[in-house]
């Protein structure tokens, strides 16, 4: 089918409507093209300077200030922590009571972890690494750690 085909058996349709009135369009003779009108007045006169009023003196431009440096993004402030909320605790008590297992106990006491209190601060990485801890031993020991916090802040 042919995109402006006024031939077109379906009347109702977009195209042949669109076809049917562009051929009467170009069968009339008329253009399609838009009227603009353009003045010229008093080019002339501004091309001969005749028009042209003087400009008044420019006063002197202020110095250019010195590029700003990018500007540097804060580092967003870390909340303080109040270590009061977390008392110290040994490992033994802290194994015991929050059910950690034995043989997981004894390595933390080889790394020299003296309770929760001291675990808190290590980075996983450490652990896992220096401390030989197994993927499911460091899940075990931070999940105990997270009862530890969440039970020493119930008064709070």
């Not at 109702?12 to 069968?27: F, L, P, Q, Y």
């Not at 001969?48 to 580092?75: D, K, N």
Request: hydrophobic fraction near 45%; proline fraction near 8%; charged fraction near 20%.
């Amino acid at each position: 089918m042919k995109l402006f085909d006024s031939t077109a058996t379906n009347a109702n349709a977009d195209i042949a409507m669109m076809a049917k009135c562009r051929a009467a369009t170009v069968a009339g003779g008329a253009t399609a093209g838009s009227n603009i009108y353009v003045s010229f007045d008093g080019l002339a006169e501004l091309l001969r300077g005749s028009a042209v009023q003087p400009l008044a003196p420019l006063a002197a431009a202020p110095p250019i200030a010195a590029p700003l440096a990018p500007p540097v993004a804060a580092e967003p402030k870390k909340p303080t922590i109040d270590i009061t909320k977390w008392p110290k605790m040994d490992l033994a008590t802290f194994c015991h009571q929050f059910e950690v297992p034995d043989m997981l106990q004894d390595k933390l006491a080889k790394l020299g972890v003296q309770g929760p209190h001291v675990l808190r601060w290590m980075k996983d990485e450490d652990l896992r690494g220096e401390g030989g801890l197994l993927l499911g031993e460091l899940g075990t020991l931070r999940d105990a750690e997270q009862r530890w916090m969440n039970y020493c802040t119930w008064d709070s």
